[in-house]
């Protein structure tokens, strides 16, 4: 979470540029550095042709939402997919339509830059995504995760992937630190539903969500997703959610991995 803080300390220069852009109206201007960021990337696409700061930039078309990947500084294997338009995260009502879905695939896809940025690579089974809940997240932005998945987090679910089931949330423990453990709802997919799948759409439907009169209210919802264990029966994926005032599934990740856990 603290990472992407650092994305703006070290586009400061960036920033103080693009101020005469307009800005959205925030009561925390530190929860729009991502924004400012990604204001850039897009602003050098357009002019430029390249998508520096981000790694990539794609502006989508009339069926499709533009995303960003963007790298956080000091940290070659974490990066952070984002939508091109003003989408500030997990509880956003649009997220629950078919265009949540492009933005997984999108953060699914950067998995493999996650490996070519490690000596040697990484399986992409061992590499997760993750998005933070409003609490537990520092930019109003929605950005989903993409890095390495703990080792101690891949080999829970290794001994626990059979009793996840498709299209159920399934309650499993999962380790989030030393000695640290959190309950977690995990659900299966299949590789053949993983296009189609979002998992904004599917956190709408967690036991005991609450709701606000616009619909559930996801505010305090974190998600991640990791591949099924090699050697699975079905392979596929395994969604995971957790609720809490600061819920960050995050956690789950290895900001800091460098050799294969195999």
């Excluded at 992407?4 to 925030?26: D, E, F, Q, T, Y």
């Excluded at 790298?71 to 338009?85: D, F, K, N």
């Excluded at 949540?100 to 998995?111: C, D, I």
């Excluded at 490690?118 to 520092?138: F, K």
Aim: aromatic content about 4%; proline content about 9%; overall charge positive.
């Amino acid at each position: 979470m603290e990472s992407v803080v650092r994305i703006g300390r070290s586009l400061l220069v960036l920033a103080a540029l693009m101020a005469c852009l307009p800005a959205r109206a925030a009561p925390d201007l530190s929860r729009d550095v991502l924004w400012v960021a990604l204001q850039g990337c897009l602003l050098n696409k357009r002019t430029t042709g390249r998508a520096f700061p981000c790694l990539s930039v794609d502006p989508g078309d009339r069926d499709r939402p533009g995303t960003a990947v963007l790298r956080a500084p000091g940290e070659p294997t974490h990066l952070v997919v984002m939508p091109t338009a003003d989408v500030v995260g997990v509880e956003a009502p649009d997220l629950q339509t078919p265009k949540g879905a492009v933005y997984w695939r999108a953060a699914l896809a950067a998995r493999r830059e996650v490996s070519a940025a490690i000596r040697g690579g990484r399986p992409l089974d061992e590499i997760g995504l993750a998005v933070n809940s409003s609490g537990g997240r520092s930019q109003d932005q929605l950005h989903i995760h993409v890095d390495c998945v703990r080792a101690s987090v891949l080999a829970e679910l290794r001994q626990r992937a059979g009793i996840v089931l498709p299209g159920t949330w399934t309650g499993i423990p999962l380790p989030v630190g030393e000695r640290r453990w959190r309950r977690f709802l995990a659900m299966r997919i299949s590789l053949a539903q993983a296009e189609a799948f979002n998992p904004f759409e599917a956190a709408t439907r967690l036991p005991g969500a609450g709701r606000k009169p616009a619909g559930p209210d996801l505010t305090q919802v974190s998600l991640a997703m990791v591949s099924t264990p090699p050697g699975d029966p079905h392979p596929g994926y395994i969604v995971l959610a957790h609720r809490s005032p600061t819920s960050h599934a995050e956690t789950l990740l290895d900001h800091r991995c460098a050799a294969p856990v195999r």
